[in-house]
């Protein structure tokens, strides 16, 4: 604007904002090029450029961009599939096995009777005394 000779604070907003009258076009966005004055991301030339060389048929294929030149097959994939149910399985089974064992292990602590209680006879004053042992003289 400076370089144009325009001043912005002495006109009003619609003055600054709008088309200028003489045809000019106001700034534009490209989302490869950012803000221009010559084009909007629709009319960007390289950019649909580059979409048609992607959409391109170079490669045999179809409207839904899938390729119709396919010479081989993912065989992993399937593998991996089986081999991810085998999984599951074996951690199922393994969760039972875990879970059963839980359960017999409650079984087994409510089979079990409790231990009888014993009395215990502690020793008198007079049992200990008889017991200690006088040392002898040298």
């Given at each position: 604007?400076?370089?144009?000779?325009?001043?912005?604070?002495?006109?009003?907003?619609?003055?600054?904002?709008?088309?200028?009258?003489?045809?000019?076009?106001?700034?534009?966005?490209?989302?490869?090029?950012?803000?221009?004055?010559?084009?909007?991301?629709?009319?960007?030339?390289?950019?649909?450029?580059?979409?048609?060389?992607?959409?391109?048929?170079?490669?045999?294929?179809?409207?839904n961009?899938?390729?119709?030149?396919?010479?081989?097959k993912?065989?992993?994939?399937?593998?991996t599939?089986?081999?991810?149910?085998?999984?599951?399985?074996?951690?199922?089974?393994?969760?039972?096995?875990?879970?059963?064992?839980?359960?017999?292990?409650?079984?087994?602590?409510t089979?079990?009777?409790?231990?009888?209680?014993?009395?215990?006879k502690?020793?008198?004053?007079?049992?200990?005394?008889?017991?200690?042992?006088?040392?002898?003289?040298?």
């Amino acid at each position: 604007m400076d370089r144009q000779g325009f001043d912005p604070l002495g006109h009003t907003p619609m003055e600054v904002v709008p088309n200028d009258s003489n045809g000019l076009k106001g700034l534009h966005h490209c989302m490869l090029h950012g803000n221009n004055n010559t084009h909007d991301t629709s009319e960007c030339k390289t950019l649909q450029a580059q979409a048609k060389k992607l959409k391109g048929n170079n490669g045999g294929s179809n409207q839904n961009g899938k390729s119709h030149n396919k010479s081989w097959k993912n065989k992993a994939k399937g593998e991996t599939d089986d081999s991810k149910i085998e999984l599951a399985t074996l951690v199922k089974k393994a969760t039972q096995l875990i879970k059963q064992q839980e359960l017999n292990a409650i079984e087994l602590t409510t089979k079990v009777e409790p231990v009888k209680k014993r009395k215990v006879k502690w020793p008198s004053a007079e049992d200990l005394k008889e017991e200690q042992v006088l040392p002898i003289p040298v």
